[in-house]
């Protein structure tokens, strides 16, 4: 749960402006496309609901995936993958989560997220697939690759109470109070 409002958090720190573009037609297309992308966004996360609405946040997903796609250049676009792979991740969707946080680890490796999403893909081995031998290797490629990040931290508690149960690390804490 913590891991899940970190990602939230993370997946909606400011956005980067457009690049302009050259042709009149490729700026409409833009243009509507970042209507969608707005629309969309103000649909989702300025409802008076506390349950995530399903339809709108796949449309968004599709609709960030378009723009990265069409505007690979463009200086949003890996901000974009990494929003569309946190929503995925909310909607429960581990296998297209970790797709989309490889294409960020691969094609955008200087993107400032690109620590988060290795973490984040460790952690949706672990908390949504329950592979625990994955989420282990890559928890531990984010500790050698990122030693510094602010997750630092994180990867490391994540490791040590690895495939443990609520119970076991209840009785753990209770131990170390004592």
């Keep these: 749960m913590r891991y899940t409002l970190i990602a939230l958090v993370l997946a909606f720190l400011g956005m980067t402006s457009c690049q302009e573009t050259g042709s009149k037609q490729e700026s409409k297309q833009q243009m509507s496309l ?36 069409e505007h690979q250049g463009d200086s949003i676009a890996a901000n974009y993958i990494f929003k569309a792979a946190d929503i995925s991740m909310n909607l429960n969707r581990p296998h297209r989560t970790i797709q989309l946080f490889d294409e960020i680890i691969n094609k955008y490796p200087d993107y400032r997220k690109a620590p988060s999403a290795l973490f984040l893909k460790a952690f949706v081995y672990e908390d949504q697939l329950k592979d625990l031998e994955k989420a282990k290797k890559y928890y531990e490629l984010f500790l050698s690759t990122y030693p510094d990040s602010e997750f630092a931290d994180d990867a490391e508690v994540s490791l040590k109470n690895l495939g443990k149960t609520p119970e076991e690390l209840i009785k753990e804490f209770e131990q170390l109070s004592n």
Aim: charged share 20%; aromatic share 8%.
């Design 34 to 69: 970042s209507d969608s992308i707005a629309k969309l966004e103000d649909q989702l996360f300025n409802s008076n609901q506390n349950k995530l609405a399903k339809k709108t946040a796949a449309q968004l997903v599709l609709a960030y995936l378009a723009y990265a796609e």
